[in-house]
């Protein structure tokens, strides 16, 4: 019995060893927005203890334990982790992530996604060959970086895959991408993409498959591929297009709009309600449109300032991956533009696209009990805009992802 006792007390050991080690984190000194439409604190601090923040505070009122480590953020802001609901991980540098260096992958993540402050990422349609593996190394530890939500392969019109992509990829890995022509292949498409490891699904239900000429996805469908994307709980994106690609998105039950709809001939306020109604969310992705004619680009951000008035849920993304200018002060800029305000775009980053993709309930706000999913910005974005890309540091679940002011290791 006595040997027993003694087992049982060296498991309880070393049961409690991690946490007795591990330091307890706090942010000290900054500003803190807990969660859009929140009143801000003031001279702040925040305790992190493993991956969870444990208390958020006016600094005089957290206790932190002597040993602590801290993290200075004087003249800075304490943000929930942004996310940046459209990525992907397509150009060449990402082949063969699976056995590439960790410290070269690091690096590349850093670049494109942690170092402006995204913890959480939606990959809406790259080679599942190669995030897969990303994100498995990812989350093992191995390598630092954002957590990855997938899309795997995307699903196409028949004969419907977009011009710009025809022209990116080899003809061998354009033989691969899905086209299903029946209802029934496209539920099954589906399912071997949820099987295979993604947790949302991404349509074209408007193709550009010349330029000026949008192929819309039968109904039947883009219906089937929600209906099984549903059954399993997945949220369905779409590349909508035009009016006709969003028509398609409204019967079939899309879920997200990864892109504004860019040709807006046709369209009206009527469809707006209709999102609205469908409780349909939008990633406008303005930057991409950033290049056309000032007239059409205005439309662009009525429909989605108009969105954003009319209570529709719009979420911050940047389809950065595709875009080769991984910076998003443009998109910032944009979503002023449009009229979105300091909260509204706090939300896009945080609160709404994490009420309800996975992985969430415990994301999107600094708040006790939350996942230490952290961004430190300088200076106060609610008073100057820019300060959104002032990044300083970034923590993940705890674990610093970036600092400003420490050289990269390689
Ligand atoms: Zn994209």
């Not at 984190?25 to 702040?44: D, Q």
């Amino acid at each position: 019995m006595r040997y027993a006792f003694r087992l049982g007390a060296a498991l309880a050991v070393l049961c409690v060893l991690p946490t007795a080690i591990a330091a307890d984190l706090v942010i000290t000194g900054a500003k803190i927005y807990p969660a859009p439409g929140a009143a801000p604190i003031e001279n702040a601090a925040v305790l992190i203890r493993d991956d969870r923040i444990v208390s958020v505070g006016p600094a005089k009122d957290v206790d932190a334990d002597k040993n602590a480590m801290v993290i200075d953020a004087a003249g800075g802001t304490v943000l929930a982790g942004f996310w940046n609901s459209h990525v992907h991980f397509t150009e060449p540098k990402w082949a063969g992530a699976a056995k590439l260096p960790a410290p070269r992958l690091q690096s590349q993540l850093r670049e494109m996604l942690v170092r402006y402050g995204f913890t959480t990422v939606v990959d809406t349609g790259s080679d599942p060959r190669d995030t897969g593996p990303l994100r498995a190394r990812i989350e093992s530890g191995e390598i630092a970086g954002p957590r990855i939500i997938m899309a795997m392969s995307p699903l196409f019109p028949p004969d419907g895959v977009p011009f710009y992509v025809r022209k990116a990829l080899p003809p061998e890995f354009l033989a691969q991408l899905s086209q299903p022509a029946t209802a029934e292949a496209a539920a099954a498409i589906v399912r071997a993409n949820l099987d295979g490891g993604g947790e949302v699904v991404k349509l074209f239900t408007g193709s550009w498959v010349e330029p000026g000429r949008v192929k819309p996805m039968p109904v039947a469908v883009a219906r089937a591929a929600v209906d099984e994307a549903h059954r399993h709980d997945a949220l369905v994106f779409t590349h909508p297009s035009d009016v006709a690609g969003l028509e398609v998105a409204l019967e079939s039950g899309v879920d997200v709009l990864a892109h504004s709809v860019e040709d807006l001939d046709g369209f009206d306020h009527s469809h707006l309600d209709r999102m609205r109604a469908r409780n349909m969310a939008m990633v406008p992705t303005l930057k991409l449109f950033s290049g056309i004619p000032d007239s059409k680009l205005d439309a662009i951000l009525r429909e989605v300032g108009d969105y954003q008035r009319l209570g529709g849920s719009i979420w911050f993304g940047t389809d950065v991956g595709y875009l080769e200018d991984y910076d998003p002060t443009v998109e910032f800029e944009l979503l002023r533009r449009a009229g979105l305000s300091f909260d509204q775009i706090l939300a896009a980053l945080t609160t709404s696209p994490a009420s309800r993709l996975p992985g969430g309930g415990k994301r999107g706000r600094v708040e006790a009990g939350m996942m230490a999913d952290l961004v430190v910005v300088d200076g106060d974005p609610a008073q100057d805009p820019e300060a959104w890309t002032r990044v300083r540091y970034v923590l993940r679940g705890g674990q610093k992802l970036f600092d400003a002011n420490a050289p990269e290791k390689r």
